[in-house]
């Protein structure tokens, strides 16, 4: 008697859940975008300790081409990330370190353009260690 309650319990589940496909579609993708932004993030950090790093003249751009170029490769999801950090980090970085307007259009320019699909080394210094 159990055995039949528990099939009988299980096909209505299985019959419910054919019924809805697209909410248990929707959580997946919101799981999926949740993860890529979260891989999205560590992308980001991961181009800044890079440019920390190497501590070379003239490769911000590349770094902020490269950190977006790899999060926007990851979906929807890590693209998002790499906007939102990039956009706070300018606008916090042109209140206080005084490089100007001109600095940060291009910072945006090059994040755009890695976000895009773009290949980050079109920034890349000459001489930046084949490392990054």
Not at 24 to 52: N, T
Request: proline fraction near 4%; hydrophobic fraction near 35%.
């Amino acid at each position: 008697m159990r055995l039949w309650l528990c099939i009988a319990l299980l096909s209505i589940a299985l019959c419910a859940s054919a019924d809805r496909p697209g909410v248990f579609h929707r959580i997946a993708q919101g799981g999926k975008f949740v993860r890529d932004a979260a891989g999205g993030a560590w992308d980001m950090l991961r181009a800044y300790r890079d440019m920390r790093e190497a501590n070379y003249k003239g490769a911000d751009k590349y770094f902020h081409a490269r950190g977006n170029y790899d999060a926007a490769r990851r979906g929807p999801g890590g693209a998002w990330a790499a906007r939102v950090i990039s956009d706070a980090r300018e606008n916090w970085q042109s209140g206080v370190s005084g490089r100007g307007a001109e600095d940060t259009r291009l910072d945006q320019e090059a994040n755009a353009w890695g976000r895009n699909g773009g290949d980050p080394n079109r920034y890349r210094p000459r001489g930046l260690p084949s490392k990054y």
